[in-house]
Nanobody, 123 residues
Framework: QVQLLESGGGLVQAGGSLRLSCAASGRTFSYYAMAWFRQAPGKEREIVAR????????YYTDSVKGRFTISKDNAKNTGYLQMNSLKPEDTAVYYC????????????????WGRGTQVTVSS
């Protein structure tokens, strides 16, 4: 199993940047693909970005393409989400998740989750 712990959330003005980190412990992080999800109040949890186990193949939801970058440093057992040009609609709790097996993009198919970190973007 792998345990995940997010950090780096906070309050930022629109147009600003934040970098989220996901520290993994337990089983070797390189075995797992990693994704970032977010959940705003009253909305379903949605995938933001995903990186393959090796960190090479990436996926982004349309609303963050060109603004967010996911990366995975297996040597440090840490994943990242660099968020630039933030918008108020990016406000949500952001979760790190990990999975093995074929790529999927729905929350229910990820086996391991962090507790989340709040990102608030003011207008």
């Amino acid at each position: 199993q792998v345990q995940l712990l997010e950090s780096g959330g906070g309050l930022v003005q629109a147009g600003g940047s934040l970098r989220l980190s996901c520290a993994a412990s337990g089983r070797t992080f390189s075995y797992y693909a990693m994704a970032w999800f977010r959940q705003a109040p009253g909305k379903e949890r949605e995938i933001v970005a995903r990186a393959s186990a090796g960190g090479v193949a990436t996926y982004y939801t349309d609303s963050v393409k060109g603004r967010f970058t996911i990366s995975k440093d297996n040597a440090k057992n840490t994943g990242y989400l660099q968020m630039n040009s933030l918008k108020p609609e990016d406000t949500a709790v952001y979760y790190c998740a990990a999975q093995t097996g074929s790529p999927t993009y729905t929350a229910g198919s990820y086996q391991y989750w962090g507790r989340g970190t709040q990102v608030t973007v003011s207008s």
